[in-house]
């Protein structure tokens, strides 16, 4: 059973402010991806932490950033957000960096944030 | 570049029917593929994935998927559809990155079923 958490559940900004999305690992989990899944998309890769390091990137740019804490929990923080950042935000844990998509990743319920 | 497409973005069916959803994959090696749901105000859940082997793999939820190297196809397919398969589903594809993996998805199948 996942148990990964994130939070808040839904988020109004308006264009130019920043907002911090965080995320509950799934216990004993060191790696962290983050997706964002604009509406009527599929989720896309933005970054992904290992061990308090970031560890692989999407073609995102540099006002998208994360951080890992010792426990592995994450936050992703967007600057200067823009209307097109409006998505659901999903995290997903995995045991290792090489297990991401080997063996399962397990996925939060997503932050929805809407930019105004 | 590899990517994953899902032809169909909206598919009904009626409760009991069969289900296919369609899956097509650009990627150079041999690929690690995915079939995710998901509902509403709910994470991405897996229902199967394929590594290699046996072509015709068996998930979760009475789903199965079938691999099809010349068609570059991972077709999801379900015989007896109930209300409940009501939501989402995507395609992915694992790409391996040098020091890290990521998945590749589709833009996804929305399935509505009809009593």
């Known amino acids: 059973e996942t148990g990964v958490t994130q939070s808040p559940t839904h988020l109004i900004k308006t264009r130019g402010q920043q907002v911090t999305l965080r995320c509950s690992s799934q216990s004993g989990h060191n790696t962290v991806s983050w997706y964002q899944q604009a509406l009527g998309q599929g989720p896309q890769f933005i970054f992904q932490y290992y061990r308090e390091e970031e560890n692989g990137r999407g073609n995102f740019p540099p006002r998208f950033s994360g951080l890992q804490f010792p426990n592995y929990s994450s936050e992703l923080n967007v600057n200067a957000l823009e209307l097109d950042d409006s998505a659901l935000y999903l995290c997903?844990?995995?045991?290792?960096?090489?297990?991401?998509?080997?063996?399962?990743?397990?996925f939060g319920p997503g932050t929805r944030l809407t930019v105004t | 570049a590899q990517s994953v497409t899902q032809p169909d973005i909206h598919i009904t069916v009626s409760e009991g029917a069969s289900l296919e959803l369609r899956c097509n994959y650009s990627?150079?090696?041999?690929?690690?593929l995915f079939w995710y749901v998901q509902s509403p105000g709910q994470g991405l859940q897996l229902l199967l994935k394929?590594?290699?082997?046996?072509?015709l793999v068996q998930g979760i939820k009475g789903f199965e998927a079938e691999f099809k190297r010349s068609k570059s196809s991972f077709n999801l397919r379900k015989p007896s559809v109930h209300w409940s398969d009501a939501a989402e589903y995507f395609c992915?594809?694992?790409?391996?990155?040098?020091?890290?993996?990521?998945?590749?998805f589709g833009a996804g199948t929305r399935l509505a079923v009809h009593p």
């Open positions: 992915a594809v694992v790409i391996f990155s040098g020091g890290y993996n990521k998945l590749i």
């Open positions: 394929y590594f290699s082997g046996d072509t």
């Open positions: 997903a844990s995995s045991l290792g960096v090489l297990e991401v998509g080997i063996r399962e990743q397990y």
């Open positions: 990627y150079g090696a041999t690929p690690y």
